[in-house]
């Protein structure tokens, strides 16, 4: 079965450090992978995705995320944090085929510090 | 382009009413919708897929009639909580996606906060 799992629960940077969120997924093929990120009371709003191709993944407000078949892993990462990308993050995999489901994580809550 | 709406953005009702959260794409035509729940610190949860003109898709262990989808048009998903119970206070997600590819992005709305008294 399909599963994501975000060994992280909570993590707190200071702003200007490097961000590393880890994510680790079960799938018996190759999968489509996703980051989203949900500010407090909001609804979700995509990062990046992976889907095939170059496995170093651009996304917005300068995340990135590589996907490493071997480790089956999608971690996001991002250079240096800014306060405003305090918020909670959730990777997750979706299926093939007509119902196009995603299953989530149970999400990273990010804290940065001054 | 792909937004999607939802309405209300939060709701309280008492014990034992019933409550309707609308989910709309407003710039394209939804074949699918989905509607998730998200109780808080936790992660989204799949509570069922509906495309338009045929009955909803449930998650195992999510009931069907407490939970009332309906997908009646390209833009425009429902779902009513039945006789709702404190337990059922969260914060229910819709997303929807345009359709006609091998995998459809899914667009989300910013989530309706229910809380049942």
């Known amino acids: 079965a399909q599963s994501v799992t975000q060994p992280d629960i909570h993590i707190t940077v200071s702003e200007g450090a490097s961000l590393e969120l880890r994510c680790n997924y079960s799938y018996g093929a190759t999968p489509y992978l996703f980051w989203y990120v949900q500010s407090p009371g909001q609804g979700l709003q995509l990062l990046l995705k992976?889907?095939?191709?170059?496995?170093l993944v651009q996304g917005i407000k300068g995340f990135e995320a590589e996907f490493k078949r071997s480790q089956s892993s999608f971690n996001l990462r991002k250079p240096s944090v800014h306060w405003s990308d305090a918020a909670e993050y959730f990777c997750?995999?979706?299926?093939?085929?007509?119902?196009?489901?995603?299953?989530f994580g149970t999400g990273t809550l990010l804290a940065v510090q001054p | 382009g792909a937004v999607v709406s939802q309405h209300p953005s939060w709701v309280i009702c008492k014990s034992g009413t019933s409550v309707k959260i609308e989910c709309r794409s407003l710039d394209f035509q939804a074949t699918t919708m989905f509607w998730y729940r998200q109780f808080p610190k936790q992660s989204l949860m799949l509570m069922a897929t509906?495309?338009?003109?045929?009955?909803?898709?449930?998650e195992q262990g999510v009931e069907k009639d407490k939970f009332l989808i309906n997908h009646a048009s390209l833009t425009l998903s429902t779902l009513t909580v039945t006789s709702a119970h404190p337990e059922d206070s969260s914060f229910y997600i819709c997303s929807a996606t345009q359709g006609g590819g091998s995998y459809n992005e899914q667009f989300f709305g910013p989530g309706t906060r229910l809380t049942v008294l």
């Open positions: 997750a995999v979706g299926a093939y085929g007509a119902t196009n489901k995603l299953i």
């Open positions: 992976y889907f095939s191709g170059d496995t």
């Open positions: 509906s495309n338009e003109g045929s009955k909803a898709t449930y």
